[in-house]
């Protein structure tokens, strides 16, 4: 069954999605109860990568399938998955009934609302697991669809405006990649004869000029920097946010994100090393720029879910410098942080919502005091804030810790510059917290609101515990996450 598991985990969403569109539109709270149901096992289906990858092979692919699909095109049906890609496949299929619970009172078109997120995994986990670039390319094109439906139809006042700028901007970076994976085919010879789009050979057969290098190196960093996002390519990523529902807004942050910082490592760095070696400094000091800009930016923001949406552009700096560091300790704690960022930051988008939904509102001076009148929702959202943050005993520390020490050995500078956005988090965080929570309850629209419910609890509750586990014990990630980080920086010398 080994070689089976990955095209399940991909495709049952597909499945799921089909059963749920099946389903009577009327049946609200049947469509809530089976796509929870039909979450769960999505999640189920992936534990089995976990138990059954050998942390002795972690540095190669493991559970392949490989079959002929586009005979045409020499394009094959061919998945794998290895340490890095078992971390972003779990996360997620964890998100998943996370997401469901956490918007349980959606109630537009709620059929079609659910559908688009089983659509959106197959096309996530997809592009985690697929070692064809053509395979590649389609899962990573089909993401576009349900997410700029969400925003364009469950999204706020502007939300057309949102959805085409995040369809356009990440199209633009897309047709680029397209060209540059036909000029890889053309550009691999294989010892047979032929071309191949087959990543692993590509890897062992590509010969490149340096020249020719530059160029496709521009064209997949500008796709992927753009998802990240990058700065100055991340202008589409508030809107994106602020206009999308609650359900959008975790999966955009908790996944979505991290395709751009997983191509980047599993294609554009190995691919083009010498290419690479060239552009650091500048990639180095986008990091940077992205890093400071996000925090400053964050620290003005009057909207709670645009403060959230601004620190992630500052929290993906640190991943793309520690990739940048070209070492074992940067690479494998960027890997470690796109989790932990995908867990913390969906959780505090989950938690801005949780007072949307009671108030309408997200606009940090129509609160304060509201520890007084939901003191579980204070303890939460304090939790939250301390992870994001990186507090020692929380998930966000060890991964960026990782990954300054890794960049101070590369780039010493810079990460002494990127070090202070560590105290520009703390800034932005517990000054939101202290003026939604704490001082005078002195709005009466705010001191009747209801404390958290159970189902509420229910969503918090797990992932509060996973940033515990993971802050205190993260060596299950890191046996698994290195091999495969050193295998490929081993591809960059």
């Known amino acids: 069954m080994s070689e089976y598991i990955l095209p399940l985990v991909t495709f049952f969403p597909l499945l799921a999605m089909l059963i749920l569109l099946l389903m009577p539109a009327s049946a609200k709270g ?44 020499h394009a094959q049906f061919h998945m794998g998955l290895d340490g890095i890609s078992l971390m972003l496949v779990l996360l997620t ?10 918007t349980w009172r959606e109630e537009r078109h709620l059929k079609a609302y659910l559908a688009m997120f089983f659509l959106l995994t197959v096309g996530m986990v997809g592009v985690f697991v697929a070692l064809d670039l053509i ?32 369809f356009l901007y990440t199209m633009a970076g897309s047709v680029l990649m ?20 087959n990543l692993l050979e590509i890897y062992r ?21 753009i998802k990240v996002p990058m700065f100055p390519f991340h202008t589409w990523l508030p809107d994106a946010h602020v206009e999308a529902p609650t359900g959008g807004s975790v999966i955009l942050a908790g996944v979505l994100l991290k395709m751009g910082t997983y191509g980047l490592l599993r294609f554009a760095m190995p691919l083009f090393p010498d290419a690479l070696h060239a552009a650091l400094p500048l990639l180095v000091a986008l990091s940077v720029i992205g890093i400071l800009y996000g925090a400053w930016v964050s620290i003005v923001q009057q909207d709670m879910k645009k403060l959230v949406a601004y620190s992630s552009v500052s929290h993906m700096g640190f991943v793309t410098l520690g990739l940048f560091a070209l070492n074992s300790q940067g690479a494998s704690g960027a890997v470690l942080q796109m989790v932990n960022h995908g867990i913390t930051t969906g959780a505090l988008f989950l938690a801005v919502g949780v007072i949307y939904e009671r108030r309408h509102t997200r606009m940090i001076a129509e609160f304060g005091g509201l520890a007084r009148s ?13 992870a ?3 507090l020692p005993g929380l998930n966000g520390f060890v991964g960026e810790f990782l990954t300054l020490l890794g960049a101070f050995q590369s780039h010493p500078m810079a990460a002494s510059l990127a070090a202070t956005g560590v105290i520009f988090a703390a800034v932005y965080l517990l000054w939101m917290v202290q003026r939604v929570l704490f001082g005078p309850l002195d709005n009466p629209k705010n001191s009747a609101l209801g404390d958290l419910n159970l189902r509420e609890w229910l969503v918090f509750v797990p992932l509060m515990l996973l940033m515990l586990v993971l802050g205190v014990w993260p060596d299950p990630l890191l046996e698994r996450i290195e091999p495969a980080v050193s295998a490929t920086l081993q591809m960059l010398q």
């Not at 590649?136 to 502007?158: A, H, N, S, T």
């Open 388 to 390: 994001s943050i990186g």
């Open 178 to 197: 397209l060209i540059a994976i036909l000029f890889l085919y053309w550009n691999t010879h294989l010892p047979a004869g032929g071309h191949s789009f």
């Open 374 to 386: 939901m003191p579980g929702y204070a303890f939460v959202l304090v939790f939250l804030a301390l």
């Open 30 to 73: 049947l469509l809530r109860w089976t796509a929870l149901l039909l979450g769960l096992v999505e999640f189920g289906l992936s534990i089995p990568l976990w138990t059954a990858f050998s942390v002795a092979d972690a540095g190669h692919m493991q559970f392949v399938i490989q079959a002929e699909w586009l005979p045409v095109l």
């Open 205 to 225: 057969y590509n010969v490149l000029a340096p020249g020719l290098q530059r160029w496709l190196l521009a064209a997949f960093v500008l796709a992927f920097a």
């Open 93 to 102: 299929t964890l998100l998943l009934p996370v997401v469901i619970v956490g």
């Open 135 to 166: 395979l590649f390319y389609v899962f990573w094109e089909l993401v576009l669809i349900p997410m700029y439906f969400l925003i364009g139809i469950w999204g706020g006042q502007r939300r057309i405006y949102a959805a085409v700028k995040f």
